[in-house]
């Protein structure tokens, strides 16, 4: 950076206001809800995001963030998270082999970083000695008050956590989880357990692959035992309550897995359901998405509805105003996911029907159209393209999209099958296939 970092004003070092809402529940669970939001003044905003940019930037070109890592950064989303998932399980599924995954939650992660931890993180990434010596300034030592309605607490230390709302949140708390992967994936090597991992920021997620599903519950349960070993060292603990176990295959006989029972390390008995929601997506074992559509569009359907409120063929918007509020907040909701299931050689007839379904309603909407109008004439007056022809255009884009990504990006390391390649390949990368 170009300006010294270790001679800043105080009132930015601190983190002078923390308000939470006033809860409308009683109850513990709903209190849980409310976390502390960090308020600084917009000189402090912009320097954080300042300094988050320039992070991001150093750590991703010394390949510091481990590939699996796919939250709380740049270039990285929760559909790069389903795409690489649904590429661990089609590869499996070329080679025979049926997939398995253990999903555990990381409980109140962004509280529960330890300062000189991270201080040290940042030390061994390469981020110079001023920006280390910023950081231990600005993390350690830290003093907070509460506002609780009209009630105002005095100040007092905050040595945990890093402010949930701060642009430095996710960078950092990326960060931190970098060195736990490295460490992990030493251990799984040692052990030889064929697992992979993904992580979108306290969402983590082991996976495996095997024809047997007692020995994929077997390498499950040593791994996630490691994992809990060491996010304990990291001061950090697993919400037992939203672990789940879920497992993908072909087969078209009856399909009962055996339960994973991990309560030899104090978590439940885990029994998989019909259907497993990760991230949004609602998957099942045959990567059929019906139900994703379904949910999706309804709730498409539902926000239409709603609309009606205020607009209609006499007052209220106009067509180019309700054509606009469809195409930038229902269709997105929509379509969110969609290059799980839009592919070539896809089975494309229930998402279009469902889809088209939406988009005839939302076109008599637009217009105040009769119900009997014709779908494709009423679509075209509205300026609405065909959903097909949308999704190719969607696909397309997000195709072109994998060529922009970073090198040591997951999605790049499983597409690209260089031998020139910077990062080292990708254990299911697309170089471990046959031609077949």
């Known amino acids: 950076m170009c300006f010294d970092l270790g001679h800043w004003p105080n009132h930015f070092k601190e983190s002078k206001t923390i308000v939470i809402p006033k809860p409308n529940k009683s109850s513990y669970d709903s209190l849980k809800s409310f ?21 991001q930037f150093q750590v ?43 999903a555990f939650d990381i409980t109140q992660f962004f509280p529960s970083l330890n ?7 940042l030390d061994k990434a390469g981020s110079g000695p001023q920006v280390a010596r910023f950081f231990s300034n600005y993390l350690v030592n830290r003093k907070t008050s509460y506002y609780w309605h009209n009630f105002s607490s005095h100040s007092f230390d905050v040595n945990v956590g890093v402010g949930q709302g701060s642009a430095l949140s996710p960078i950092l708390s990326t960060l931190y989880l970098s060195p736990f992967f490295h460490i992990f994936e030493k251990h799984i090597k040692n052990l030889d357990l064929k697992i992979s991992t993904l992580l979108f920021v306290d969402d983590g997620l082991l996976i495996t692959q095997s024809k047997s599903f007692h020995l994929s519950n077997a390498r499950l349960f040593s791994s996630y035992n490691v994992a809990l070993t060491l996010l304990s060292k990291f001061g950090l603990q697993v919400e037992y309550s939203k672990t789940e176990v879920f497992y993908f295959s072909r087969a078209y006989s009856t399909f009962n897995p055996l339960p994973l029972d991990l309560s ?3 978590s439940p008995l885990l029994v998989p359901k019909d259907t497993w929601k990760y991230l949004g997506f609602i998957f099942n074992r045959k990567l059929c998405f019906h139900k994703h559509i379904d949910y999706y569009t309804n709730k498409a359907i539902s926000m239409v509805k709603c609309m009606k409120i205020i607009g209609n063929s006499t007052k209220g918007l106009i067509p180019q105003q ?16 969609f290059q799980l299931w839009f592919y070539s050689k896809a089975p494309l007839s229930y998402p279009l029907n469902s889809l088209g379904k939406l ?28 959903i097909y022809l949308h999704l190719q255009k969607l696909s397309s884009r997000s195709q072109l999209r ?32 046959t031609k077949r």
């Open 60 to 102: 991703i070109s010394n390949n510091f963030i481990h590939q699996s890592q796919l939250g709380g950064l740049k270039f990285k989303s929760t559909t790069d998270t389903g795409i690489a998932l649904m590429h661990f399980i089609r590869t499996g599924w070329v080679k025979n082999l049926s997939t398995s995954t253990l």
């Open 322 to 337: 309700k054509h606009l509020l469809y195409r930038s907040c229902a269709l997105p909701i929509t379509l969110y996911g």
């Open 264 to 266: 030899p390390i104090g």
């Open 359 to 386: 988009q005839r309603r939302v076109a008599t909407w637009i217009l105040g159209a009769f119900k009997t109008s014709p779908s494709y004439g009423i679509e075209a007056i509205a300026g609405l393209i065909s």
């Open 35 to 55: 976390r502390p939001i960090v308020l600084l003044n917009i000189l402090g905003k912009l320097i954080e995001k300042v300094i988050g940019e320039r992070l």
């Open 115 to 121: 300062h000189r931890l991270l201080s040290l993180i």
């Open 402 to 433: 994998g060529h922009t990504l970073p090198t040591n990006h997951i999605i790049r390391l499983l597409l690209d099958n260089s031998p020139n390649h910077p990062s080292p390949p990708h254990d299911l990368s697309l170089s471990t296939l």
